[in-house]
């Protein structure tokens, strides 16, 4: 079974901060991939950013990355230098598998709010 | 990029009858697509996968009779929710995959989202 853990219901972050995502997960397969997406309160889903289980390096763009820990199971999203933009909820996601029918199953989400 | 556009954005509709929420992949050709239901506040919760020509794969607790899935052709699907009650009403949104990128690192294009109002 695939399970998504995202513990931080809401963070308040001061602009042009830091912020780290937490993301922690749970797959039986040892191929798979994982995803952030930013929702914001119009509902369209945003794709941020993507690691692969077998990518070796951390995946980056732009302000974000993702801080991958394959041992501990975690996929952190970092996004440097907040905006008042970046306000809106975050969620991770994994598919399992690389088939394209693969499903992909997403977390309880983190809402993100930017201070000015 | 891709785009996935989903139809209606809204909808209000009285307690029994029947919505169809339609989603089409623009500019690639889609598979495979995903029904996602969200509720306030909460995260998407996969209800099926939707599979071109062949029958979709719905989650446990997911009611097949109810929410009708059809993937007629490579670049639309369809969302029927029949005899529309209070208790369905929630945002649906659909995502598909392009097929032509590197297998594994495929991004999920969302459509927009449909509101969906029983009363």
């Known amino acids: 079974a695939q399970k998504i853990t995202q513990t931080q219901p809401g963070m308040f972050v001061q602009e042009k901060e830091a912020v780290t995502l937490d993301c922690t997960y749970d797959t039986s397969d040892q191929s798979y991939g994982l995803f952030w997406y930013k929702q914001p309160s119009s509902g369209e889903m945003i794709f941020l950013i993507y690691q692969g289980s077998y990518d070796e390096q951390n995946a980056t763009e732009g302000r974000y990355s993702l801080n991958f820990q394959k041992a501990r199971k975690s996929a952190n999203l970092v996004i440097s230098a907040s905006q008042l933009g970046d306000s809106a909820m975050y969620f991770c996601?994994?598919?399992?598998?690389?088939?394209?029918?693969?499903?992909?199953?997403f977390g309880s989400g983190t809402r993100l709010s930017i201070r000015p | 990029g891709a785009v996935v556009s989903q139809h209606p954005s809204w909808v209000i509709c009285k307690s029994g009858t029947s919505v169809k929420i339609e989603c089409r992949s623009l500019d690639f050709q889609a598979t495979t697509m995903f029904w996602y239901r969200q509720f306030p506040k909460q995260s998407l919760m996969l209800m099926a996968t939707s599979n071109e020509g062949s029958k979709a794969t719905y989650e446990q607790g997911v009611e097949k009779d109810k929410f009708l899935i059809n993937h007629a052709s490579l670049t639309l699907s369809t969302l029927t929710v029949t005899s529309a009650h209070p208790e369905d009403s929630s945002f649906y949104i659909c995502s598909a995959r392009s097929t032509g990128s590197r297998v594994g690192s495929e991004k999920l294009f969302f459509g927009s989202g449909t509101q969906l109002s029983v009363l």
């Open positions: 996601a994994m598919r399992g598998g690389y088939s394209s029918a693969s499903k992909i199953i």
